[in-house]
């Protein structure tokens, strides 16, 4: 399974005593089902709906709906690319060239300076001979399609291996849709759910690319409405 970091928030949900292999998959289950893709494809249970203090309507047996759904992207994962990480070629890759070039790459002040140095480096071309060394045959129209997410994530181990997480992750976040959306809400000081609305219902043009207006159903608004 592909590993690719991400933060899970796990919230109560039911747990019955032989049935731990039906909880762990659970997640799995919900990609299968389209629910990271489509927000219709998430579907509560009204039966199990909880009124939070502050006016939330949470909801049991699943977590909650955020209030503005981020689908994923997943138009890079190709099956070239999933060769290349599942097999763990991509970081044993990344630990080799850290290694070969530590006195070059260690004399970087920070991560910034690193990450510009990686971008004119051949590494793509590089890291495909490695994999086809390894017995994974480059495909040269997948390594396209895939060529924007590997690179990713070359810079991002690469640069862990000099600064931690705190050189992985700024690069390897920096274009993410949810991290992204989550800091222009924050700095249009829309982050509460009835100042997004009103953001929303005062910009049709976002509101039609939104999939936030899931979250709006005649449940919820009221409930924001009153809070």
Not at 128 to 152: H, V
């Amino acid at each position: 399974m592909l590993q690719i970091p991400y933060i899970v928030v796990v919230l109560d949900k039911d747990y019955e005593l032989g049935k731990s292999e039906e909880y762990s998959w659970d997640l799995t289950n919900r990609g299968m089902h389209g629910e990271y893709f489509s927000a219709d494809s998430i579907k509560m249970n009204d039966s199990l709906a909880f009124l939070t203090v502050g006016g939330r309507t949470v909801y049991g047996g699943g977590g909650i709906m955020p209030d503005i759904f981020i689908p994923i992207d997943t138009s890079g994962y190709t099956s070239y690319f999933l060769q290349l990480h599942n097999t763990g070629v991509l970081y044993q890759y990344t630990l080799d060239y850290s290694a070969k070039n530590q006195d070059i790459l260690g004399s970087f002040n920070d991560y910034n300076e690193l990450y510009e140095f990686l971008k004119q480096q051949p590494l793509l071309n590089e890291l495909t001979d490695f994999a086809e060394s390894k017995g994974i045959r480059k495909r040269q129209t997948l390594i396209e399609i895939s060529k924007p997410l590997i690179e990713k994530l070359l810079y991002s181990y690469i640069s862990r291996s000099f600064f931690g997480d705190n050189g992985f992750y700024p690069i390897f976040y920096q274009d993410d849709p949810a991290l992204n959306k989550a800091v222009e809400v924050i700095k249009k000081e829309i982050w509460k759910p009835e100042l997004y609305f009103q953001y929303i219902d005062s910009n049709p043009v976002e509101n039609s690319n939104s999939a936030a207006s899931i979250s709006r159903n005649s449940v919820i608004k009221p409930l924001v409405a009153s809070a």
